[in-house]
């Protein structure tokens, strides 16, 4: 889109081509119409606005509907020549052309246009080529409101201006898709900030609430990001199964039959660092498209770079009440940032760079781990470490790895999220499994053994916090909280008020999702140490354990025993179909500390 920026005219002029704008625009004559007939009457008034303004500027409307009218103004038209083509067409057309209407299609708009007074912007408009091929200025008055306050009469049949300006925030590589933002009614005294002092407000508001919003979290990136997945998403030619609803359907949910909801706010007092996240309910983004049928579109409501589809043609389960997040918070008195200076201290490398594995010196985590790398250069998980941390789930005592943010792990995690990014990974959908486990989560493409899937995230809670939670909800279903602090028995007693944990329950990512298998699950858990080298809190990531085929279930072993009467969190009836159902089998089984949030808190009493 072209701006031309004009002249500024004079104040009293402006107020004064306003009042004529106002007066004509129940006649449908545009400002462009307005102000080339009011240069003609200047001139041959001497510039003496009286005999224009009288008896309702009817000199001036006599002028412009006069049927040579055009034709005389086509001669003073030579400031809005901004179009070459359908001049002929202009001068033999009538000029009573409907007046553009809020919310009228302005896609066919040729130039904006911006005169700015010396306090700002005073009115902006568009030089449109509407249906009838007629070429005109509509005005937009973004100082209607305080015109009105001086006292200025705007007639009730006046016909509501669309949004005057539009900045644009960002686009896709192309241009193809773009954000623009709109300024409606901006009150009197209103000036337009500058884009970045805008964006830069809104990033640090954002990395005080939100913790773990790194320094390198860009708005400008995540606007860009969503026009270009915007883009890609329209584009996608393989969109998951037929029944995810295409983007019409949220367009126009009348029409199909569909309702759309409206999303609200809420804040979130209790979560340390967070202020306010978009909370999901049954209410919202969804779209029945038919009654058998539930679907939303994308639960992350764009949280991740993927959209993440949840489907339900099993029964008439809604999505449950949670918030989407994609890094983990931390609860009340969840301490995890303490731990931060200690990272160069010990055992971790936080000075990685570059290619490790064809580092001629090994790091730290190279170190500890005799020398050896947990991935391979294909950035899948190397075959031995994986058969030992499958074999550390299904025997626990067994010592766990455990690797630094820039090492092995973590960069793997980077590169698999790169990919998604990209658009070269399809993502996830979240279904609903017809043997009664409620929710489960399937890939949407075939994965070769050892990649990384995604992080379990959640909220950081400590043992006592979660303690109280389970105390408070004892009929929720479908949780299942894992214990991070992988070290705790090292240390003899650790405090229950020191030992974290992790619930998805009420926030957490697309993990909360995964579903239960007992012993021959398609993942294994891998504890990615980022922020605390004392292994007493970690990331918990998901790693395939064979290869996956494109819409298999995602499972992963609990680590659950089934005859621990105990356990805070009642047991579920497995339903995993296992052939090494333990449920089934009902042998008692050694059960894994790290993983299991009762043995935790049953060792304490
Ligand atoms: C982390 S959630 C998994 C997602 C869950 N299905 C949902 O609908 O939100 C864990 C809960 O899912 C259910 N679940 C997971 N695996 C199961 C299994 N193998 N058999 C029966 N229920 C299972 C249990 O209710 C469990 O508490």
């Not at 299609?105 to 408009?125: K, P």
């Not at 626990?396 to 999220?417: N, V």
């Not at 105390?471 to 705790?488: C, F, G, R, S």
């Not at 992963?556 to 296992?578: E, N, T």
Request: proline share 4%; charged share 30%; aromatic share 8%.
């Amino acid at each position: 889109m072209l701006v031309c920026r004009l002249m500024a005219p004079s104040k009293e002029n402006q107020a004064k081509f306003r009042k004529a704008c106002i007066a004509m625009k129940p006649y449908g004559i545009s400002a462009a119409t307005v102000k080339s007939g009011l240069k003609h009457l200047l001139k041959v008034y001497d510039n003496n606005w009286m005999y224009i303004e009288e008896d309702d500027y009817k000199v001036l409307l006599d002028f412009i509907i006069e049927p040579d009218g055009p034709k005389r103004m086509e001669s003073v038209n030579h400031e809005f020549k901004l179009r070459d083509e359908s001049e002929d067409e202009e001068e033999t057309k009538p000029l009573k052309r409907k007046p553009l209407l809020r919310g009228e299609d302005t896609s066919s708009c040729m130039y904006a246009f911006e005169i700015r007074d010396g306090n700002g912007m005073a009115f902006a408009g568009y030089l449109c080529e509407n249906g009838e091929n007629l070429l005109g200025l509509e005005y937009n008055n973004i100082e209607s409101k305080a015109s009105k306050n001086e006292g200025e009469n705007e007639s009730e049949d006046v016909p509501p201006s669309p949004c005057s300006s539009e900045i644009d925030l960002a686009s896709s590589s192309n241009g193809e898709v773009k954000l623009t933002f709109s300024i409606c009614k901006p009150p009197p005294g209103f000036r337009i900030p500058s884009l970045d002092a805008v964006m830069k407000c809104v990033e640090d508001t954002y990395r005080e609430k939100i913790q773990g919003l790194g320094t390198e979290f860009s708005l400008s990136q995540l606007l860009k990001d969503i026009c270009q997945c915007f883009m890609e998403q329209g584009n996608a030619s393989d969109h998951v199964g037929n029944k995810i609803p295409s983007f019409d359907n949220f367009k126009e949910p009348e029409k199909q039959g569909g309702r759309l909801r409206k999303q609200h706010m809420v804040g979130i007092d209790e979560l340390s660092g967070s202020s306010s996240l978009t909370i999901f309910t049954n209410e919202q983004s969804t779209v029945d498209l038919c009654s058998k049928c539930y679907c939303v579109d994308d639960i992350t409501r764009g949280l991740e770079k993927q959209e993440i589809s949840l489907i339900n043609e099993v029964d008439n389960e809604k999505l449950p009440t949670f918030t989407y997040i994609h890094t983990n918070v931390n609860y009340r008195t969840a301490h995890v940032k303490f731990m931060l200076p200690r990272i160069a201290d010990e055992n971790s490398c936080p000075d990685c760079f570059g290619d490790c594995l064809s580092s001629e010196v090994p790091c730290a985590c190279a170190v500890e781990t005799g020398g050896e790398f947990a991935y391979t250069s294909e950035g899948l998980v190397d075959e031995k470490f994986l058969k030992n941390c499958i074999d550390i789930t299904l025997k626990p005592s067994k010592k766990d790895y455990f690797y630094c943010d820039d090492c092995p792990l973590e960069r793997m995690k980077k590169k698999r999220t790169n990919q998604l990014q990209s658009g070269s990974c399809k993502g996830h959908l979240v279904f609903m499994t017809p043997e009664g486990k409620g929710w489960g989560l399937r890939n949407l493409e075939d994965l070769p053994r050892g990649t990384f899937v995604c992080e379990h995230v959640g909220e950081i809670v400590t043992n006592s916090e979660l303690f109280e939670r389970n105390e408070q909800n004892k009929n929720e279903q479908h949780t299942y909280p894992v214990l991070l602090d992988a070290d705790w028995s090292s240390e003899g007693f650790l405090k229950d008020e020191e030992a974290l944990c992790l619930d998805a329950t009420s926030f957490g990512n697309v993990a909360r999702f995964i579903n239960h298998r007992c012993v021959d699950a398609n993942m294994v858990e891998i504890p990615v140490e980022v922020e605390s080298p004392d292994h007493h809190y970690y990331h918990h990531a998901f790693f395939t354990t064979r290869e996956v085929k494109a819409m298999e279930e995602l499972t992963w072993d609990y680590g659950i025993d089934f005859d621990d009467d105990s356990h805070p969190v009642k047991a579920f009836a497995c339903k995993c179909g296992s052939k090494c159902c333990k449920a089934v089998k009902s042998k008692k089984r050694e059960v894994g500390e790290k993983q299991v949030i009762a043995r935790l808190v049953v060792s304490k009493e």
